[in-house]
């Protein structure tokens, strides 16, 4: 089977699996690997076009490498024929290289990177640590940009300037506004400045059908990696209504603690599956997040 080309990796459904931790009585945590597995291959049964690990609902900023080497090992074992995305991001630029090195090594077929830090960084540093990555991979490189978890604020011109680089093959946006004539506005902006090759993708799952509306090409979605039945039907069907729900939930306890509960609810992920110091969502948040679930079909 040839190996996907990055259009058809960059487009419709991306899901974004948790990576569930178990948690021993003396409160130490170790990676599930199991329940990683089996939301990978829930994901690939649903037709998911890609599927991407080691994001931030992979809680890949809490992994240290070997356990993300031993993440992407399942995940690629556990889809077959279906492309997988690894998330390389890491405060230094050699460790980002590392990543890159396992996620290869792994049988990756493309790359999801956002610019980490602890001290601010500058423009021309963004440029160059997306300049290092894409010029020693031949995966596809996708541009994270999650400014509420890095601190870094893209802007339109910005993203050109390394779309402009060998391998970058996408952009994954933040949430778009409310509005939908701004949030058309937006995107249009992105893509003045970014070439027609490269794949533009919103993140931000309350965002997802604004996003899709608006000329994005993919979704890469938290709520898929658990509902990717559901997700795809979003993309296929412009249509956001069974998972409407879930949106006000996400908006106030944040969309990875929603997606825990979500897992750990339905049976597949153990309870309090978060890497501490994160903890889960309180029997009432989960209560409504078990009522918002009644909406959605198997």
């Not at 974004?16 to 990676?31: E, I, N, Q, S």
């Not at 995966?139 to 400014?147: G, I, K, Q, R, T």
């Not at 069974?242 to 509960?261: F, I, K, N, Q």
Request: hydrophobic share 45%.
């Amino acid at each position: 089977m040839p190996a996907p080309t990055a259009a058809e990796i960059f487009s419709g459904l991306s899901a974004f699996p948790l990576t569930p931790f178990r948690r021993a009585a003396d409160g130490t945590d170790t990676v599930d690997l199991d329940a990683v597995s089996s939301l990978v291959a829930r994901c690939a049964s649903a037709g998911a076009q890609s599927i991407t690990v080691l994001g931030s609902t992979g809680s890949y900023a809490y992994l240290d490498r070997t356990e993300r080497r031993d993440v992407l090992e399942a995940a690629v074992a556990a889809s077959p024929g279906s492309p997988v995305l690894a998330g390389v991001g890491a405060l230094r630029t050699s460790a980002v290289l590392e990543h890159v090195r396992d996620a290869e090594a792994a049988g990756a077929d493309g790359l999801l990177l956002a610019p980490v830090s602890y001290q601010p960084l500058s423009e021309d540093e963004v440029v160059g640590l997306f300049d290092d990555v894409c010029r020693r991979t031949e995966l596809p490189v996708a541009l994270y940009d999650n400014p509420r978890t890095t601190g870094f604020r893209f802007t339109p011109e910005l993203y050109g300037r390394i779309a402009a680089l060998p391998q970058l093959a996408a952009v994954k946006i933040p949430p778009l506004p409310e509005d939908p004539a701004q949030a058309r506005d937006v995107v249009a902006a992105v893509r003045t400045e970014v070439p027609d090759d490269v794949a533009l993708g919103i993140s931000g799952d309350p965002s997802a059908l604004r996003g899709l509306t608006s000329g994005c090409a993919a979704w890469f979605s938290v709520i898929g990696g658990v509902l990717p039945g559901a997700a795809r039907r979003l993309v296929e069907r412009r249509d956001d209504t069974e998972l409407t729900p879930l949106w006000p939930l996400m908006a106030t306890h944040g969309s990875l603690r929603v997606a825990a509960a979500a897992a750990e609810h339905l049976g597949l992920a153990p309870r309090d599956c978060l890497p501490r110091p994160l903890r889960g969502l309180d029997e009432d948040a989960r209560a409504h997040v078990a009522d918002a679930l009644e909406t959605v079909q198997p």
